[in-house]
């Protein structure tokens, strides 16, 4: 597996195998700026704009060998906002519990001041929230990209060459 062709290039096809590849090191490297976001600096989490680009070209390229175009990247960032909007949601009262008073008070705010103030309060309560919430941030973005995993790894290769390159076959060569 080329690293850079699998991570940094959105032209091409990749099999299920070098998916899940640039997958793991994908959410390896999220999981580590999730962890110094909480312990060095809030501003870390800028870090996770570059990753964008990763995960277009590996899911793009993924779509390739579908036969898909990558425009349905967009899917996946929809599905992955959604559910891990949905799992934080569920999550915060079982491993967060701490943080449901503060959680409830900017909600609060929002409906008294509006959205505005509620961004203004929870830009506020930044490292607070990013502290407190660090467990269930985690095991959502894990448990999220998990489900992305499955749903890109069974999307059926064409086993003919397309429009994106050549069949990747059994040996996923890019």
């Known amino acids: 597996m080329?690293?850079?062709?699998?991570?940094?290039?959105?032209?091409?096809?990749?099999g299920s195998r070098d998916f899940l590849r640039g997958?793991?090191?994908?959410?390896?490297?999220?999981?580590?700026?999730?962890?110094?976001?909480?312990?060095?600096?809030?501003?870390?989490?800028?870090?996770?704009?570059?990753?964008?680009?990763?995960?277009?070209?590996?899911?793009?390229?993924?779509?390739?060998?579908?036969?898909?175009?990558?425009?349905?990247?967009?899917?996946?960032?929809?599905?992955?906002?959604?559910?891990?909007?949905?799992?934080n949601a569920v999550l915060l009262p079982v491993l967060s519990p701490g943080m449901m008073p503060l959680m409830t008070q900017i909600q609060e705010i929002g409906l008294k001041d509006g959205f505005g103030g509620m961004l203004q309060a929870q830009q506020e309560h930044a490292l607070q929230i990013a502290r407190g919430t660090a467990l269930t941030t985690l095991a959502s973005f894990l448990l999220t990209s998990a489900g992305l995993a499955l749903v890109g790894a069974r999307l059926p290769s064409d086993p003919d060459a397309?429009?994106?390159?050549?069949?990747?076959?059994?040996?996923?060569?890019?």
């Open 2 to 14: 080329d690293i850079s062709h699998v991570l940094l290039n959105p032209r091409g096809r990749i």
């Open 23 to 87: 997958l793991i090191l994908l959410t390896g490297a999220g999981t580590v700026i999730q962890v110094l976001t909480v312990v060095a600096s809030i501003g870390v989490a800028i870090l996770q704009y570059p990753m964008l680009w990763a995960y277009f070209c590996v899911f793009g390229k993924r779509l390739h060998d579908a036969g898909q175009t990558a425009w349905f990247n967009l899917l996946f960032l929809f599905g992955f906002v959604v559910a891990s909007s949905i799992l």
């Open 162 to 174: 397309n429009a994106h390159g050549p069949a990747t076959g059994r040996s996923d060569a890019p």
